[in-house]
């Protein structure tokens, strides 16, 4: 037992499991594949063919990749912008044919006949996109249609004026140079290419047509919504679709310096092939231009290799097919399933083992046993409120509190009856705390620290800290900022509960229990947050000790509580200050008479505590078991414990009734009286605490006295 | 509104336009070509539109149930040939028989598999099969690119088969036209393939197998393009596989969406295949009397298939609600 319960811990500890899942949450994974595929398909036709990689023989067939790649970058925005273009193939015949057509037999110069193709590109792409944009007819056989009539087109033309193409005479050394020559070593198709590319690149992800594009093929009706001219946009996607399949169709023209019956036949195959085996998505949206460029050389080297090779008609055909259709598979099953895989894999717990803690039960006769005594309290704002995490109190004895609707509402003195929306932040306001100038300084879930003045006006502090090297999730972003408290100098501590889960999943967080709750601070001096301490399960509450010279604060997944020293010796470290608790800590908040108080969001479970070492069996549960089944953190009776500077427990609260107060996460004292709020509670309670100081309030003992 | 006028507008469909536009172009070329009129042009009208009609019966079940088979010429030539190839090299008759149809199911089956169980749209699938199928065949299983009947075969026997003066393959268009009405009108899984055309989701949800109707449907198709290959066998005494590359396909789905059948499902039956084959097969009988080039031809083909194709986006336009993403 001891040995298995040791393996364990090993394997779920020291094995990065949760990697895989951060790994499948980036982008660039869907580059993964095709790019494996890339590496493949180079690799193995480079070695069976010989001379694959003298410099000719790439030189010739990287100038028919510059063409392709043209092509395909186009299809690859007509596809983004959730369309299809299958009319490449005759816009780039056409286009061929206009140019050999404008030079050799209307013995124009190379410009005229470059315009000349463009011209058709851009005339053939804008009746696609009327039809398909304007007229909303269905891409896929409309284009087929307009692709048969544009091949019809061609064969016409080319039987009527082929001969006289190639009896003329007519010759020049750019013509000649953009279909042979070199510039740096390179051809003019793949600089053009490289250009093409590049441009399109910046322009999909940094501009607002490339925007637009996205926007319309990622969902047409939220980008109609949102004021996107939707129609327009896809109109213009295949008016591009047709400059570049234009401008390859002028490149192959001076290349072969002429025009055949087969120029352009299977090139609609060949590059929605491309396109699709290079990762991008059938619905639009999804894609870019590099995983167009890397299916354009999958599919070459490979048709080429095959040629090569020397096997037989119909070959292509035949693996081309395969591929066309193991790729689309691939990708609607993905597209479709990656958030199934995902909740799959990224819950990877590890293993713990809680210290026993000491007893709770009512009667116990231990410091922590819990008692009824908050059912006593009197209720503020029941029902009106949802979620009221933290409470606080001004000077004036206001009193504050978030609400889930992402609003914080004032309830004024003396009877707290009548409120107002004091700001809207628009997330949840979790921890609250009043600095020095009587701003109110609070952390929002998912978004950040933020400041709201007296008068109501929300700043944003902070929302981001330095992202660590060796983190793959960005955890530079704050996920789930939970409480601050604020320094004598103006600094403000603030904890960011965990990296991996947002606030709304702490459940999932506590089910994995992986380390890596945060303390941060926000200097008000320069506005730059820095990470002081990394690694905790769940950081919750912050509290500046009376003689501010450290902080507390809490970690709710261990059930500790920790200091951490701003000056002295051991300034800059941490250290554990009470441990095994039988309760999740969560805020912390100055008490009259030199003490703190500390509120439990639940009570520990045996049976969760054994969990904890178990991982295996956490993992199973969170994939097989639907969530409201699964075991996580008791929440549904917490409390108040009360410690003193020498961490002796002084005092223990709570509700058994669980009627009004079943989970606590936060308490705050104020003249006398105890405030108490819980972020799944309807009401904030008022509890009058016996002995304590009447006059005794919190901004005072922060700020000193002000008028 | 008042009055036959009203009646006949309010009546009117695209079925009964095109069939208007059939009757005047039949008018139209009656009185303008000569030799039109005559029994033997009009039985080659028919005739030429047998094979034309036979695989938009295939197509159109297909499209009423909401999809496309852009695989059947690749299958109907490639299956054939395969077939004859398999004859020419010795094997039985009832052995290659049994081969080739149980390879042209399999097609059938993979396609209204990877349409329905895997969810990729119908016309990656099949363009993408159709590709393979030619490939696959043309590469592996023959040796060129037209297969001839061997002497004596049943199949050069049918091509041969008149029957009151009228080549057989009319009769057997004129029996599938009657299999496919009955099916469609009056068999259970006839209206299924209407309701999971109409609208997929509603039909899963009242208990309609929309997933095996979907194999069974492609399936069928892939099975009257072998039909339909065999017929082209019997009357030309050989398969040409570059047929795969004309046009043929264009013509097929010309056929259906000219008739009526929206190619957004759920719409059409028998009645406009018939018509559709009637105004194709007149057009193309009038523009070879009258010698228009082939070529010419396939763009005005192409470019009515266009007009039809834009009418049919109007008439039936894209219902934004239910189309699926990727649904292009």
């Known amino acids: 037992m001891k040995l298995r319960e040791r393996l364990q811990a090993w394997r779920y500890n020291l094995v990065p499991d949760h990697l895989i899942g951060e790994i499948l949450t980036k982008r660039w994974t869907d580059n993964a594949i095709p790019f494996l595929a890339l590496i493949i398909t180079v690799a193995t036709f480079g070695s069976i063919i010989p001379g694959f990689f003298q410099l000719y023989s790439l030189q010739e067939s990287t100038r028919q990749l510059g063409e392709f790649s043209l092509v395909v970058i186009g299809l690859t925005v007509v596809m983004l912008g ?44 804008a009746v696609n996109g009327y039809l398909i944009g304007f007229l909303r007819l269905r891409a896929f056989i409309t284009t087929l249609v307009t692709f048969i009539i544009g091949r019809a087109l061609y064969d016409i033309l080319i039987v009527a004026h082929g001969s006289k193409i190639q009896m003329s005479f007519v010759s020049s050394d750019t013509w000649d140079f953009i279909g042979d020559g070199t510039f740096l070593g390179i051809s003019v198709p793949i600089w053009s290419a490289i250009v093409l590319a590049v441009v399109t690149h910046v322009a999909l992800t940094r501009s607002r047509p490339g925007w637009h594009v996205l926007a319309v093929g990622g969902s047409r009706r939220s980008a109609h919504n949102a004021g996107i001219q939707v129609r327009l946009t896809v109109f213009f996607t295949y008016v591009f679709s047709g400059l570049c399949s234009a401008l390859a169709g002028f490149l192959i023209a001076t290349r072969l310096s002429g025009a055949g019956p087969g120029t352009g036949g299977g090139l609609e195959i060949l590059a929605l092939t491309a396109a699709v085996v290079g990762g991008n998505s059938l619905g639009g949206g999804r894609g870019s231009v590099v995983k167009g460029l890397m299916g354009a050389i999958i599919v070459l080297v490979l048709t080429n290799g095959l040629i090569r090779l020397g096997y037989g008609t119909g070959t292509n055909q035949m693996v081309l097919g395969i591929l066309l259709a193991v790729a689309v598979t691939i990708d609607i099953r993905w597209l479709k399933n990656r958030h199934k895989v995902l909740n799959e894999v990224y819950v990877a717990p590890v293993y713990l083992r809680m210290g026993e803690p000491q007893s709770a039960v009512p009667g116990s006769g231990t410091p922590y046993a819990l008692n009824n005594k908050l059912s006593e309290a ?40 009548r409120s107002e ?19 109110l300084i609070t952390c929002v879930g998912a978004m950040g620290l933020y400041a709201i003045s007296p008068d109501g006006k929300v700043t944003r502090l902070s929302a981001e800290t330095a992202r660590s090297w060796t983190s793959v999730n960005d955890d530079a972003r704050l996920r789930d900022p939970n409480d601050l408290d604020i320094a004598q100098d103006g600094k403000i ?99 009259s008479d030199g003490t703190y108080w500390m509120a439990w969001l639940g009570m520990r479970t045996p049976s969760f505590d054994l969990s904890l070492r178990h991982p295996s069996m956490r993992k199973r549960m969170t994939r ?35 009627v009004s107060h079943p989970m606590v996460t936060s308490m705050r004292e104020h003249k006398g009286e105890l405030f108490i709020g819980g972020i799944l ?25 002000r008028t | 509104m008042g009055g036959s006028a009203g009646v006949f507008l309010r009546n009117l469909n695209q079925e009964r336009i095109v069939l208007v536009v059939a009757l005047a172009v039949f008018v139209a070329a009656m009185v303008g070509l000569p030799g039109f009129l005559t029994a033997g042009n009009l039985i080659a009208i028919v005739r030429s539109i047998a094979v034309l009609g036979i695989l938009a019966f295939g197509m159109s079940v297909v499209i009423i149930g909401r999809g496309i088979d852009l695989s059947m010429v690749a299958v109907m030539a490639m299956s054939v040939a395969w077939y004859l190839q398999l004859l020419g090299d010795g094997m039985p008759d009832y052995q290659a028989f049994a081969l080739v149809l149980g390879g042209v199911l399999a097609i059938g089956l993979v396609n209204g598999f990877l349409v329905a169980y895997a969810d990729v749209p119908a016309i990656f699938v ?73 609208n997929p989701v509603a039909a899963r949800n009242i208990g309609i197998p929309v997933r095996p109707m979907l194999l069974l449907r492609y399936a069928l198709s892939a099975v009257t393009a072998f039909l339909a290959g065999l017929l082209t066998a019997a009357s030309l005494h050989s398969i040409n596989t570059r047929v795969v590359n004309s046009t043929l396909l264009y013509d097929i789905v010309l056929v259906a969406v000219i008739g009526g059948i929206g190619l957004s499902g ?29 070529l010419y031809q396939n763009l005005i083909k192409s470019t009515i298939l266009l007009a039809a194709i834009i009418v049919d986006g109007l008439l039936n336009p894209r219902d934004e609600q239910t189309a699926q993403q990727g649904d292009i």
């Open chain 2, 266 to 294: 759920g719409k059409g039956g028998v009645r406009n295949v018939l018509v559709g084959a009637a105004l194709i097969g007149i057009l193309l009988n009038a523009m070879t009397i009258i010698d228009i080039p082939l």
């Open chain 1, 624 to 658: 097989r078991l639907p969530q409201d089944e699964w075991l996580f953190p008791n929440i549904n009776t917490g409390g108040v414990v009360k410690f003193d500077e020498n961490f002796n427990i002084v005092r223990t609260m709570a509700d058994l009734s669980g």
């Open chain 1, 681 to 705: 509670n309807n009401r904030i309670g008022r509890f009058r605490i016996e002995g304590a100081d009447p006059t005794w309030d919190a901004n005072t003992a922060y700020w000193g006295t």
């Open chain 2, 126 to 198: 099949t363009l993408a099969s159709g590709s393979f199928v030619f490939g696959y065949v043309r590469s592996q299983l023959i040796s060129s690119d037209a297969v001839p009947v061997p002497d004596g075969h049943w199949v050069e026997l049918l091509g041969g088969l008149r029957f009151l003066g009228v080549p057989v393959e009319v009769y057997l268009f004129l029996a599938l036209a009657a299999l496919v009405f009955v099916f469609l009108r009056f068999t259970v899984w006839g209206r299924y393939v209407y309701y999971a055309g109409d």
């Open chain 1, 493 to 591: 501590y603030f904890t960011d509960s965990t990296k991996r889960y947002d606030a709304h999943d702490w459940a999932l967080d506590s089910i994995e229990n992986r380390g890596t709750g945060r303390l941060l601070v926000y200097d008000p001096a320069d506005g730059s947050t820095k990470t002081l301490l990394d690694g905790y399960r769940y950081t919750n509450g912050v509290c500046m000790a009376h003689d501010n010279k450290s902080l507390f604060f809490s970690e709710s997944w261990r059930c500790r509580i920790h200091r951490y020293w701003l000056e002295g010796p051991k300034a800059g470290t941490a250290e554990c200050v009470i441990k095994d608790m039988p309760g999740y800590t969560d805020n912390i908040n100055r008490a």
């Open chain 1, 378 to 417: 009197e209720h503020i704002g029941l029902g009106e409120l949802e979620g009221p995490e933290d409470v606080i109190l001004d000077r004036n004895d206001n009193l504050y509190c978030g609400t889930r609707h992402g609003e914080i509402i004032r309830f004024f003195a003396p009877d707290y009856t």
């Open chain 1, 421 to 439: 929306v004091f700001a809207h932040i628009g997330g949840f306001p979790l921890g609250l705390a009043f600095d020095a100038d009587g701003n």
């Open chain 1, 82 to 125: 959730g369309g299809i273009d299958l009319a490449v193939g005759s816009i780039f015949a056409l286009s061929a044919f206009s140019a050999v057509a404008t030079f050799f037999i209307l013995e124009q110069p190379v410009w005229v006949a470059l315009l000349a193709s463009l011209a058709t590109g851009l005339a053939f792409g």
